[in-house]
Nanobody, 126 residues
Framework: EVQLVESGGGLVQAGGSLRLSCTAS????????WGWFRQAPGKEREEVSC????????YYTDSVKGRFTISSDNAKNTVYLQMNSLKPEDTAVYYC???????????????????WGQGTQVTVSS
């Protein structure tokens, strides 16, 4: 069974940190590009970050540059999103995505996703 399991969300004060994890099973981790997008209530999906497993190249949307770091542990089939200096505007449900290219991840269009997770809630209080 193809599955992505996300964890690590929660409630944190502004300026705090969280680390999201996304563990894949049922398919070959290294065959895909990985990333995260988020969606806040009443707002459109927003790309956050992606990582190319093949060469480690990374992309970050401007609003999270310098605060968030995406990484992977291929042996554990897991992608991480380390989020530091969190702001109330980072509050959203965060989704992990596997796709063929970063461009597909960043499209935030599920038609271009291979698989995505159920989401994990991140709430940042002011």
């Amino acid at each position: 069974e193809v599955q992505l399991v996300e964890s690590g969300g929660g409630l944190v004060q502004a300026g705090g940190s969280l680390r999201l994890s996304c563990t894949a099973s049922g398919f070959t981790f290294d065959d895909y590009t990985w990333g995260w997008f988020r969606q806040a209530p009443g707002k459109e999906r927003e790309e956050v970050s992606c990582i190319e497993i093949s060469d480690g190249s990374r992309y970050y949307t401007d609003s999270v540059k310098g605060r968030f770091t995406i990484s992977s542990d291929n042996a554990k089939n897991t992608v991480y999103l380390q989020m530091n200096s969190l702001k109330p505007e980072d509050t959203a449900v965060y989704y992990c995505v596997a796709a063929s290219l970063c461009a597909a991840v960043l499209s935030v269009d599920h038609r271009f996703f291979a698989v995505w997770g159920q989401g994990t809630q991140v709430t940042v209080s002011s």
